[in-house]
């Protein structure tokens, strides 16, 4: 009965679309997001095209994120749909990073017929969704959702980016083989899922590697204005490195104060940074010599990389970041997996869906975030970050 509804509500928008193209030229009047005009891709021209929509933050503190990621799917739609193997439509909504704003975006999306969803873009927004997709059967795909809460116990739900406990695991390995003898403090927010479990994972290992942490503080969303107790503490420590498993927001006051009262250790983020050089009133010079995990950088020099900074550069006028090379991939990712599993764009969202399922954890995927990427069924993928430090306002491989 469920999928005789999806199939019949498909058939609906699918005449409504025409409907609206021949009296409006094809144009997208009907969306109410706050997204941009331009959120939707233009449909295949015989209409024979899957459905892919995504949410993430285009507005608000986060919107970095967002926008990374709506620019990037587009560029992986253009370059699907020009080739002519498989044809996309895509559509973005803007959620806020908030996770009752999501779900509301998200019935948006299936309201115009969304069969696949390429998100979204945070942990939060993920998590309040994820319920919705595993109960209506609707494959997903977060480009860049990493708490491992967004997965667990739902066979749908699947990821680009490596989780928080990779991150975690990642970052005290990389410290314990490259930076030795090092002491350090953690500042890290403890009423967010995602900063806590990068935490705790990292800690864990940590002191499995005898890695020396001497300070460990904390804040919440309503105290990241002031963070002159916790670096007071931390250089009390003697901490010359500060692990900071947080969102570049923050992490731009934390540098700025850090700046102010003379304290210059190495700070070392995980990919919630990626954002920090392009934030809107942030001196970026105050981030020369911060370290990062992330599984892209735009300075790599293999040509996938670099066609695709330069289409990103000549469409938007910046540079992309982890978050839109992780959303180029989850194209891609979906493209392949459809292609792989038979799918047809007159299946409905349900039967899309359980065919995906059974073939993501076949796949193995060489994209711009990792070489011979796979999964779990669990949804987890399997790559390694690699880390990069800022030098002169941008991302370089450490020792370059």
């Given amino acids: 009965m ?26 997208e009047g009907e969306t109410t997001s706050s997204a941009p005009a331009d959120s939707t891709s233009a449909p295949a021209a015989d209409g024979a095209a899957f459905k892919i929509g995504s949410t993430g933050p285009l507005t608000g503190e986060a919107a970095i994120y967002g926008t990374a990621v709506m620019n990037a799917a587009k560029i992986a739609v253009d370059e699907i749909n020009a080739e002519g193997k498989i044809k996309f439509e895509f559509k973005y909504e803007d959620d806020v990073a908030d996770g009752e704003t ?30 919705k997709t595993f109960e209506e059967r609707v494959f997903s795909l ?3 959702g990493s708490s491992t809460d967004i997965i667990d116990g739902k066979d749908n739900f699947f990821q680009v980016c490596f989780t928080d406990p ?57 105290t990241a204005t002031d963070f002159s107790v916790q670096l007071t503490a931390a250089k009390a420590a003697n901490a010359d490195t500060v692990f900071l498993p947080i969102y570049y927001q923050p992490a731009s006051v934390i540098l700025k104060q850090a700046n102010d009262m003379g304290y210059k250790p190495t700070f070392f983020g995980v990919d919630g940074m990626d ?6 009133g942030f001196d970026a010079k105050l981030a020369e010599g911060v370290m990062l995990l992330t599984p ?3 300075d790599a020099e293999d040509e996938k990389t670099q066609s695709f900074v330069k289409k990103y550069k000549e469409a938007y006028g910046d540079t992309p970041n982890q978050f839109a090379a992780d959303a180029y991939d989850g194209i891609y990712i979906i493209a392949e997996a459809l292609q792989k599993a038979g799918c047809t764009v007159d299946m409905s969202a349900e039967e899309i869906c359980e065919k995906l399922i059974a073939v993501m954890p076949t796949l193995s995927f060489d994209g711009l975030t990792g070489e011979g990427m796979t999964w779990a069924k669990t949804g987890e993928v399997s790559k390694a970050p690699r880390a990069v430090v800022i030098k002169d306002g941008v991302y370089v491989t450490p020792g370059k």
């Fill in 2 to 27: 469920k999928t005789f509804k999806r199939v019949m509500a498909l058939v609906m928008v699918a005449a409504l679309c025409l409907v609206c193209f021949a009296a409006c030229g094809g144009s």
């Fill in 102 to 131: 999501a779900v509301n975006a998200y019935n948006k999306l299936m309201d115009w017929g969304m069969q696949i969803l390429m998100g979204p873009v945070t942990t939060g927004s993920s998590i309040a969704v994820g319920a």
């Fill in 142 to 144: 977060t480009p860049s």
């Fill in 166 to 222: 990779n991150q975690g695991t990642g970052s005290a390995d990389y410290i314990s083989e490259n930076m030795k003898d090092a002491k350090v403090a953690v500042i890290y927010r403890n009423d967010d899922a995602y900063s806590q479990g990068i935490h705790d994972t990292f800690v864990k290992e940590a002191k499995a590697k005898n890695v020396e942490i001497v300070y460990e503080g904390t804040f919440t969303k309503d």
């Fill in 275 to 280: 954002g920090i050089l392009t934030m809107e």
């Fill in 296 to 298: 892209f950088s735009a």
